[in-house]
Each structure stands twice: as structure tokens, then as C-alpha cells.
């Protein structure tokens, strides 16, 4: 669906939907994101899952958080071209951004299996190949940490009421996951254009380098569509939407191959597909592609106009294009223009800790309000 037809839909700041008392804060043009029946949203569950995203001791050995690969300041990526597990092992992968993440058909970078947020908790929780937070096998000293922690037990209790005994992986997993579903990104000089009619919002390099974006010369949209700019998406009354997963072209090395979706999927065809990401805030996410290998937006763009390796499964849209350096400047002005600042200073996405003692020291932990 394109932009204008979702601005005649969801004019609302606001929309009310979900448990009672949940009111969803949302960006021009942006509908209610869908969430399980049985995680409804609260205020509760979503003050629980920021502190649980920031707290370093849901990792096997206390030294890794959520947050540690999901920055807010880098709009929820860490800048690395690998991520960096709690044991020191490198992923073969970078850690994708979380904006707007409640609107994805799909929650990894190639595997069409993990529709919920609940269920791709677990992924970096107890991965071991390679290891991520390094959790499985510590389950239970990780739920003890948090049962010793006098925050936790107040919050969990509030969290989740009708629960005995609160703390359990299950209900780590749900606060998560509702905390995950507000950190919403929607407030970028684009967005303005777009949803405000403010015509200022952008420079003339950016109104140029959108037209580039948008025009069958570079057909950058082709795959970056939609309000996510990122392809299909899913939300609160909407139909059901497949993922995408493309294979853009990238070099392969000798023995060095990402198989992508072929991993999962065994077919031919979708060897070197990955999902396509979202292009908001892509000024902070850097470096660039499933396997970090580009360090700025312009080695991004000279990628696309060379058209890619012409790898047999290749998407028809990376068919390469003629670009002046002046057009690439435009082009960069655009994708500059998606960055939301307030997005990624926004204290609802900070680190409750922070003013509290370190969550290392759960004897002596206060409530950050």
C-alpha cells in the first residue's frame, strides 16, 4: 500500500486499541501495530520490558544486554560491521535495527519462521552457534538474578497480576516484546513532508535525491517501500503479509558464503536472499548489509549502479544504473532526511539504570522512575 493511501487511513496521532488503558502513541500515518491475543499491551509489561532490554543479566554471564547490540543512539543497531556476542564470539551477521520492528512480517535476517517478537527473544537468548547472550544452560540462574532483585520483584508483580510466580522466561520474553512494539520511529524531515505537508522539511538536494529514490532510473522503492521503507508490513486489523527476502547481488567470497534463506528453505532459488531492511535512520545504522561490509551509503549506492555480481537468483530491480556525482549527493541528502532525532534521544527508549545503582549489584538497585 503506498504512502498516501495510509495518510487518507490513519490520520490519527493517537489510536486507542488493545488491552483497556493502553493507548498507542503513534507517528502520522502509522496504524496500530498487531499484537498476539495472548500478550495484550499495558503500561505495566512495557516498563518491565525496557528495564529487562537494558539489563545485562539476562546473558549467560551478566555481561551482555538487549541493548548491547541495540543501541538507541544508532537508532537500536551498535555500529559494528559483526556483532559481538557476550562471550567474545563474532556473528557471522549484523545486528539489524529495531525501529518500527511491530510492523515486520519477519524478525530475522532470513528466516521466515519468526513472525513474533516473543519467539525471536529467543533467538540471541540461547543461540549457540554463534553465541549470542550465551542464556541457554543458565535459565535458572538468570530468572534467580531477577527474582533477587527488588525491582523486578515489584514490576514483574504488576506486570503480570494474575501470575503466583511472575518471573519465568515466558513473561521475560512478552515484556520484551511489548517494550519492542513501542519504539516507533516516525518523525524524520521526511516524515514531515509526508504526513505534515511541510514542503520546508527537506532541502532541494533531498526533494532531488527523492525523485532519484522513487524513479524507475534507480528503483531504490522497489524493495524500500512503504512507511517502514522496508517492504510488506503487518498491523492491528490489516492483512496478512509475507515477508520479503531478496538476494541484491552482493560478491561472495570463496568459502565464505551466507547462504541467506537457502539455510532454512533448501531452495535454489533463495540462496544469498535476506530480508529487506529498513532504510529509516539509515544515516546511524551503519556499516551496511547483512554482513557489514560496506562502511558508508555512497559504497551502498556504487554497489547498486554497478548492478550487483549477476548472480543467477538476483532481484530484477539490481540491474545497475547511471548515476552523476552530483545525483549521488542528492541521493545521500535523501537518505539523510530519514533520520528521526527525536527518535534516537527519545527518553521512553533509554536505559532506566542509568540513575540507579548498576543492575550488576541487584542488592543495592533502586526503581529509576
Not at 518491565?48 to 537500536?76: E, I, K, M, V, Y
Not at 524507475?216 to 517501500?225: G, I, T, W
Request: glycine content about 8%.
Amino acid at each position: 500500500m503506498s504512502a498516501g493511501s495510509f495518510a487518507l487511513l490513519f490520520l490519527a496521532r493517537v489510536i486507542v486499541l488493545g488491552a483497556p488503558g493502553w493507548q498507542w502513541s503513534l507517528p502520522p500515518g502509522f496504524p496500530a501495530p498487531r499484537v498476539p491475543a495472548d500478550n495484550p499491551m499495558s503500561e505495566e509489561k512495557v516498563a518491565l520490558g525496557r528495564h529487562l532490554f537494558f539489563d545485562p543479566r539476562l546473558s549467560g554471564n551478566g555481561t551482555q544486554s538487549c541493548a548491547s547490540c541495540h543501541q538507541p543512539a544508532r537508532a537500536f543497531t551498535d555500529g559494528r560491521a559483526h556483532a559481538l556476542g557476550s562471550t567474545g564470539q563474532i556473528h557471522p551477521r549484523s545486528s539489524m535495527s529495531l525501529a518500527n520492528v511491530a510492523y515486520s512480517p519477519s524478525l530475522t535476517w532470513a528466516d521466515p519462521g519468526k513472525r513474533a517478537l516473543e519467539d525471536q527473544a529467543l533467538v540471541p537468548m540461547m543461540n549457540q552457534h554463534p553465541v549470542e547472550m550465551g542464556l541457554r544452560g543458565h535459565e535458572k540462574e538468570m530468572l534467580a538474578r531477577l527474582r533477587a532483585e527488588p525491582v523486578y520483584q515489584a514490576r514483574f508483580a504488576r506486570a503480570f497480576p494474575a501470575h503466583r510466580d511472575p518471573i519465568t522466561l515466558i513473561n521475560v520474553r512478552k515484556a520484551i516484546a511489548c517494550f519492542e512494539r513501542t519504539i516507533l520511529s516516525g518523525n524524520s524531515p521526511y516524515d514531515r513532508l509526508v504526513w505534515r505537508d511541510d514542503p520546508s522539511a527537506l532541502s532541494q538536494a533531498a526533494w532531488r535525491g527523492m525523485k532519484l529514490f522513487h524513479s524507475e532510473r534507480l528503483r531504490c522503492s522497489k524493495c524500500h517501500d512503504g512507511f517502514t521503507l522496508s517492504g510488506p508490513v503487518v498491523w492491528e486489523g490489516g492483512p496478512a503479509a509475507a515477508p520479503a527476502f531478496v538476494n541484491n547481488g552482493l560478491r561472495v567470497a570463496p568459502g565464505k558464503a551466507d547462504l541467506g534463506l537457502f539455510t532454512i528453505s533448501r531452495r535454489p532459488s533463495d540462496r544469498g536472499r535476506f530480508r529487506v531492511p529498513t532504510l529509516r535512520n539509515i544515516a546511524l545504522s551503519g556499516p551496511y548489509m547483512h554482513d557489514g561490509r560496506f562502511a558508508t551509503l555512497e559504497a551502498v549506492i556504487d554497489h547498486y549502479a554497478e548492478g550487483g555480481a549477476r548472480e543467477p537468483h538476483q532481484s530484477r530491480f539490481v540491474t545497475g544504473f547511471t548515476i552523476t556525482g552530483e545525483e549521488k549527493r542528492d541521493l545521500l541528502a535523501f537518505l539523510e532526511s530519514l533520520t528521526d532525532e527525536a527518535f534516537l534521544t527519545d527518553a521512553r527508549f533509554s536505559d532506566p539504570w542509568v540513575k540507579a545503582s548498576r543492575p550488576s549489584d541487584p542488592a543495592t538497585a533502586t526503581d529509576p522512575r
